[in-house]
């Protein structure tokens, strides 16, 4: 059921951040207004990178056009920290967007917190599931509309770090990861989970990146990135600084 991989990906390359990431904010409206069966199912990616789109979602001109109300939002990755910890990519959407915008608070499925990481993962699954209406992916049938992910300097995506086992797992949609290199325990979608979706769209920008999007894009075994597909289409959405000479 999976589709293009990361090398035969499309690529989009703008003058700086500001024009990429408007870019994205006017593609995710216009998918977004477009979709009129069902919700609009989307799952945002944690960092910095993407913390510019989310202040443009909560500002005009999007955030009165927004379909706010049919739209469903999910993570593609936390650390399993209290929403309200300066780290937690939960609470960074909620100060940025979701505090901002008139969104449902049930159309909002943040990572769960209590009990143990394993637990907050099996919770989080079976949430996915509930939502998707069945308990294993079906080809032709997304489940999410958008999936946007990152890129570290280290070639993970989500939190998909290199060498942990996380990486092995294809039947869970959510896992956990404890990666030496980076502090917390962190709960992560899959590579099925993300491969179910219409649209995966990678967000990279800066000098630093630009050797890492281009072994990703020429699938080099050691970076997590490279084993991302998608279901439907897959985007690189690169500033001119990310970009390696040959896009």
Known sequence: MTGQNTRTGKVAVFADREAATRHLADWLLQEALAK????????????????????????????????WARMEFFLGDD?????????????MLQRLL?????????????????????DAAKEYDA????????????????????????LGSDGHTASLFPGQPVL????AWVSTCVPPVAPYTRLTMTYPAIDASRHVVFLVEGASKRETV?????QDPACPASAITAMGDLTWVLDRDAAPADV
Request: aromatic residues 10%.
């Open 127 to 150: 949430e996915l599931k509930k939502f998707y209406g069945a308990d294993t992916l079906q080809p032709g049938k997304p489940l999410f509309d958008v999936n946007l992910l990152g």
């Open 214 to 218: 281009a072994k990703v894009r020429a």
């Open 36 to 67: 009129k069966d069902g919700p609009f199912s989307i799952a945002l990616s944690g960092g910095s990178t993407p913390q510019l789109l989310y202040s443009m979602m909560a500002s005009e001109p999007y955030a009165s056009r927004f379909p």
């Open 79 to 91: 650390r399993f920290l209290a929403h309200d910890h300066e780290d937690s990519n939960s609470g």
């Open 168 to 171: 092995k797992e294809h039947t």
């Open 98 to 118: 979701f505090s901002r915008v008139p969104v449902p608070a049930e159309n909002v499925h943040l990572i769960p917190t209590a009990g143990t990481a394993e």
